[in-house]
């Protein structure tokens, strides 16, 4: 099992462009989540998912948008790059059972100039 | 607004001292709070606790939770440089699925 992946691992983008992370999961797990994490911020929830064809805002939505056409895979879409998007980007996975243990991917770190 | 704040933010000790980290939180309709250990990338699932009073293990590390005071310790006995990390603790609410994550706390240990 590969367990959580996310493309690319780095990105560096220019103010205004766009760009798609893209978090797979071999798990067959339910849920899905997009997480920023800045320092002295923490992890901040960005969007979620908690089944094929559904999505949800999470803290801090804006500026992105995201899909999960496919139950193992989460895409997180960021349509007009800004430098305050700079940052690394977690995407987890977790059961829906009563465990809530998510499992992390190892991170994209997105720099915008 | 809820609410999960950690102390200290960091932290740096001498391999076999003992430490303790702790979580706060102010949320609505509780249900359960995660520590999670992250090194140099992916967070990994330490513990999760959902009542108040009953202390969970796992080797040189444990947890308890105080419901009533609304927070969380974690303690690590006989600190050892591979317990360097940041330290994260996450509360989940009756609300949706969103989990609630503190700022962390970044524990070095050095021989």
């Known amino acids: 099992n590969a367990g959580v992946t996310q493309t690319p691992k780095f990105r560096v983008l220019k103010t205004g462009q766009s760009m798609t992370l893209l978090c797979a999961q071999d798990m067959n797990h339910e849920y899905m989540y997009w997480y920023r994490q800045d320092p002295g911020m923490g992890l901040r929830l960005i969007h979620y998912s908690v089944g094929e064809g559904t999505t949800a805002k999470g803290e801090v939505p804006d500026g992105y948008n995201v899909s999960r056409l496919k139950k193992q895979n989460f895409l997180l879409g960021l349509e007009s790059a800004a430098p305050s998007q700079t940052s690394v980007y977690f995407c987890a996975s977790r059961y829906m059972g009563h465990s809530y243990e998510q499992y992390f991917g190892p991170g994209t770190r997105l720099t915008v100039t | 607004e809820d609410k999960v704040v950690q102390s200290p933010l960091s932290l740096v000790v001498h391999e076999g001292d003992t430490v303790t980290l702790n979580c706060s939180y102010e949320?609505?309709?509780?249900?359960?709070l995660l520590w999670y250990k992250q090194e140099k990338k992916a967070p990994t699932f330490l513990f999760m606790l959902t009542s108040s009073g009953i202390e969970k293990k796992s080797g040189r590390l444990s947890s308890i939770l105080d419901k009533k005071e609304l927070f969380s310790i974690l303690n690590i006995t006989a600190t050892q440089t591979g317990d360097s990390a940041i330290y994260l603790c996450?509360?989940?609410?009756?609300?949706?699925?969103?989990?609630?994550f503190g700022t962390g706390t970044s524990l070095t240990v050095i021989p």
């Open positions: 996450a509360v989940r609410t009756n609300t949706g699925n969103q989990f609630y």
């Open positions: 949320v609505t309709n509780f249900r359960s």
